[in-house]
């Protein structure tokens, strides 16, 4: 498999990596069947996305679209983020071989889960904010 400069710059020296402890919402999502699991950590200050982290059990791909993940939506209100879709990761890491497209799902997927824990803890219903995230059924394996 071909990987772009970028793909393997996120892959060999990954952003945003680690856990926050006093985190305002946490994702994970994956499954064990493919081997790619993500969690990803956030931090909101008056509706900013002020920090985030992410630790990913996965393929190369899978690390590199979490980390270009995190450094999109850093920084962005929560808004902002929630319009972030797995294309502008694919795009931002100047693409991804088709078996590797399931990574980028799953990327935009942690940052929806993560926002949608925010939102929870906050005692707001999060379904009619960003929908339903959905399971992983794009698993091809990864390995």
């Known amino acids: 498999m ?3 400069e970028k793909v393997m710059d ?3 020296n990954p952003r945003n990596v ?3 402890a006093d985190a305002d919402g946490v994702g994970e999502v994956g499954n064990a069947k493919c081997g790619d699991i993500m969690k990803m950590y956030i931090k909101v200050d008056n509706g900013v996305i002020s920090d985030v982290k992410f630790k990913t059990f996965g393929c190369g791909a899978a690390i590199a679209t979490s980390s270009m993940a995190t450094e999109l939506i ?3 209100t929560i808004d902002e ?3 972030l879709t797995n294309r502008a990761v694919v795009e931002a890491l100047e693409g991804l071989p088709p078996a590797k497209l399931h990574c980028s799902v799953l990327a ?3 940052m929806k889960s993560a926002i949608a824990d925010y939102y929870k803890k ?3 219903d999060p379904t009619p904010i960003i929908g339903d ?3 992983c059924e794009d698993c091809h394996g990864c390995h």
Do not use: D
């Open 81 to 83: 983020a929630l319009k």
């Open 108 to 110: 935009e997927q942690a």
């Open 10 to 12: 996120h892959f060999t």
């Open 122 to 124: 906050q005692g707001v």
């Open 133 to 135: 995230i959905g399971e």
């Open 74 to 76: 850093k920084g962005k």
């Open 18 to 20: 680690g856990e926050i």
């Open 2 to 4: 071909i990987y772009s």
